[in-house]
C-alpha cells in the first residue's frame, strides 16, 4: 500500500527519494509526492496524481534540491486519488508530513483544529496530524516534543515521517501498528516503509518496534520506546540485492516472478531436508518438544495466503489426524474465540506486515495459545518477531501485487511445518520419507508445468470477450481453484468465482451458458471420477470446458472442451503443481486485454490498513 521514503544527507537527496518511490510502486498507489528543505530553510512540496513518471516530469519542470526530504505514494483510504490529497501534507508552511495508516479519530481532531483556525484543503485524516504537530510547535517546544505530544492524542495506526523548517536538519520518524525502518549510512540517514526503497543507497537497517519514535540527523539516530525510555536498535545487514527486484529481460514481474518458482521453491527447501527426515532448526531448537503438545492448529491469513491455507487443511487432517481450522484475518480478530487446548496459531503473510492478521496474532496472544508461528517471506517483518516461531519461505522479492512464488513457497512451507507435526508424534516414518522425497521432486515438477505455457497463451485467447468465469475443483484442488479465479479477476478484471465441483447442482449451474468459460483442474486422485461426472453435468448444458488434467485422467479435447495434458505427478504436491498453469492463464489473458499486470487498479500489494 502506501510507501513512505525519507533521507537526510550531505548530498542532495531528491533522486535518492525519487528513486526510492519507484522501486515501492510496486505496492500499488494512485498518487505521489515529494518536500524538501532547501537551502534557504523552506520546504518545498511537489505533488502529482498518477505514476511516479509524473511527480518525476513536474519536478523537471520545477527543479527542488534539499538535503533533508520526505516523499510518499499514496493508496487512497480517507478522501478520492487526487493532487490536493496526495502527501506530503502541510501546515502553515512550517511542517510536512508523510504517513501510513488510519487515524482513527481523526474527525474529532479535525473539529478542533478547526476551531483553533486551521484550514484543511484535503479530505485526508492524515492533514489532521500535521496540523496537530504545527499546533504543538506554537507552545516553544522542539520538533521531537510536539511529534511526541501528538502522537498522545491519535489514535489508530501510523508510520510517520516529518521534517520542519523550525529545524531543518532534523527528520523524525514514528511507528504504531505501520510498518517503518531506518537505514544507516556513512554522514546520511534514511527512513523508509520497505528494505527495497533502501536498497541502493544502503544494507543497513534499525527495524523500529511498536511505539517507536526517532530523531534522525546526518551523523546521529535517537530513538525512545513507547514509554519515553531510550532505546537501541539491532543494526541488520539487508541481505537482499537491488538487483532482485530487476524486471531482467521479463515482459512483466508477474511473468518473472511465475518464472522464479522453481528457483524460489528449491531456496526455501535447500537445507531443510533430511535424507528422509525435516530437520527441526529450520523453526527453532526444541521446536519438536511443543510440536508434540499440540491438539490443535488454527490458521490465519488473508487472500492469496488464506487460499495456502486452505489446501493446507487438507494435508493437515489428512497426514496428522489433528484437527485445523482455517480463518480469514479479518473475521477472526473480531468474533469470540471459544478457548482451545494446545493450541497452535499459524499465521501466513508475503510481507509479514498484513494489518489484519497482525492484530489477529495480537489477539491470540492476549487471548493464549499453546504457541504462535508466522510464515512470511520477510526476514524482521512484525510478523516474524512477534511470533514464537517462523518458518521463512525465500522467495526472494516479489512485484506483482498477484502473488505467485509466495504463494508456492507458502505451500511449501506449510508441507515443512505439516512434516515437523508428524515427526513431533512420532508415529508416521514412512509418510514422513514420502513427503520428503515428494518435496525434492518438486523444483524440477514446477519445470515441467511452466513448459505448457505457449499452449497455456493460445487458450486465454478464447477470454478476451469474457466478462465471467467460473473455476473448480474438488478435494485440495478446490482452493487451488479459489486461487486462479482470485488470480484471473485480480488482473485482468474479468468475474471469476470458484466451487467445490460437486456443489454445480446446488446453484453455479444456473450460471452455464456457452458464454460462460468453465476452468477445472484434474490430477488422477481418488476424486477423479466424480469430477468426470461434475464435468459432464457442465457439458449436457451447453457449457465449455478448460481443462488442466493429468494425461492419465482419460479426458481427451473435443467439442466444448479444451484440454492441457499435464504430467503425471505425486498425489501430495499436486495442488502446488496445478497451481502454476492457473497463474499462466490469468497472466496471458490480462495481456490479451491490455490491464495493467503488475499493478491492477485499486489494489495494493502489502495491506497494511484494515
Known sequence: MCGIVGAIAQR????????????????????????????????????????????????????????????????????????????????????????????????????????????FESETDTEVVVHLIESNLKSDVCLLDAVKISLKQLQGAYALGVISS????????????????????????????????????????????????????????????????????????????????????????????????????????EGRLGIDDIKQCIVGENVLDILQQVEEVQIVACGTSYHAGLIARYWMEALTDIPCQVEVASEYRYRRQ?????????????????????????????????????????????????????????????????????FTTQLVALQLLIGLLMQAKGDKPEEVAKLVSDLKKLPALIEQSLEHDKAIEKMAEHFIEKHNALFLGRGDQYPVAMEGALKLKEISYIH???????????????LVDNEMPIIAVAPNTNLLEKLKSNLEEVRARGGVLYLFADKSSGIQSQDNIEVIEMDEVPEGIAAIIYTI???????HVAVFKGTDVDKPRNLAKSVTVE
Request: with cysteine; proline share 4%.
Open 12 to 119: 542532495p537527496v531528491t533522486e535518492i527519494l525519487l528513486e526510492g518511490l519507484r522501486r515501492l510502486e510496486y505496492r500499488g498507489y494512485d498518487s505521489a509526492g515529494v518536500a524538501l528543505i532547501d537551502e534557504e530553510g523552506a520546504i518545498q512540496r511537489v505533488r502529482s496524481l498518477g505514476k511516479v513518471a509524473a511527480l518525476t516530469d513536474k519536478l523537471q519542470q520545477q527543479p527542488q534540491a534539499g538535503h533533508v526530504g520526505i516523499s510518499h505514494t499514496r493508496w487512497a483510504t480517507h478522501g478520492e486519488p487526487s493532487e490536493r490529497n496526495a502527501h506530503p501534507h502541510m501546515s502553515q508552511n512550517r511542517v510536512a508530513v508523510v504517513h501510513n495508516g488510519i487515524i482513527e479519530n481523526y474527525e474529532v481532531l479535525r473539529a478542533s483544529l478547526i476551531e483553533q483556525g486551521y484550514e
Open 338 to 406: 471459544v478457548p482451545r487446548k494446545n493450541m497452535l496459531f499459524v499465521t501466513l503473510s508475503q510481507s509479514g506486515e498484513t494489518a489484519d492478521t497482525l492484530a489477529a496474532l495480537d489477539k491470540v496472544k492476549s487471548d493464549g495459545c499453546l504457541a504462535s508461528l508466522s510464515i512470511c517471506n520477510v526476514a524482521e517483518s512484525s510478523l516474524q518477531r512477534e511470533s514464537d516461531f517462523s518458518l521463512l519461505t525465500i522467495a526472494g522479492p516479489e512485484i506483482g501485487v498477484a502473488s505467485t512464488k509466495a
Open 496 to 510: 471469476a468465482e470458484a466451487y467445490p465441483a460437486g456443489e454445480l447442482k446446488h446453484g453455479p449451474l444456473a
Open 166 to 269: 523550525d529545524e531543518p536538519d532534523v527528520l523524525i520518524c514514528a511507528r504504531q501498528g505501520s510498518p517503518l525502518l531506518i537505514g544507516v549510512g556513512v554522514g546520511e540517514h534514511f527512513i523508509g516503509s520497505d528494505v527495497q526503497a533502501l536498497l541502493p543507497v544502503t544494507s543497513l537497517f534499525m527495524y523500529l518496534e511498536n511505539g517507536d519514535i526517532a530523531s534522525l540527523t546526518k551523523t546521529d539516530v535517537i530513538i525512545e520506546d513507547d514509554s519515553g525510555n531510550l532505546v537501541e536498535r539491532e543494526i541488520k545487514q539487508s541481505k537482499a540485492s537491488s538487483l532482485e527486484s530487476d524486471l531482467g529481460d521479463y515482459r512483466h514481474y508477474m511473468l518473472k516472478e511465475i518464472y522464479e518458482q522453481p528457483h524460489a521453491v528449491q531456496k526455501t527447501l
Open 581 to 587: 498453469p492457473l497463474q499462466l492463464l490469468s497472466y
